[in-house]
């Protein structure tokens, strides 16, 4: 049994990052992922969702947890990744958002499964 989780944002979004661009079913074949800054610091963002031109997903690296910010459909966000098991908030931003925070490379999985429930297939 692995006793060791996997916590650094940065190692975190390659992996979310690396499930995005190798599912070819939808609703992933109609989502674009865009590099962010480069930067390992934290704060910094590691990348942008992108669908039809539009922003769906910015990704960014806190010091603890990788942070995800759905600016598509923030209230079906939040309520898949309630029920993933995922922490989120809400943002008050015009237009409003869901904050998601993945805290360990497990919850990857559980992020492609808010995708799944959230965006047109």
């Not at 049994?1 to 070819?24: K, N, S, T, W, Y």
């Not at 079913?25 to 930067?39: R, Y």
């Not at 759905?70 to 809400?90: C, E, K, N, S, W």
């Amino acid at each position: 049994m692995v006793e060791d989780e996997l916590r650094d944002p940065q190692r975190i979004a390659e992996l979310l990052r690396a499930e995005i661009e190798g599912f070819a079913d939808p609703p992933f074949d109609s989502l674009a992922v865009e590099s962010g800054d480069g930067s390992a610091a934290n704060g910094t963002e590691a990348f942008v969702i992108r669908e039809g031109g539009q922003t769906v997903c910015s990704a960014t690296k806190g010091a603890d947890r990788l942070v995800l910010e759905f600016r598509h459909r923030p209230d079906a966000v939040a309520d898949a990744a309630d029920a993933a098991g995922l922490q989120t908030r809400p943002k008050a931003t015009t237009p409003p958002a869901t904050i998601v925070f993945v805290e360990r490379a497990a919850a990857v999985k559980r992020v492609i499964d808010v995708f799944r429930a959230t965006h047109d297939s």
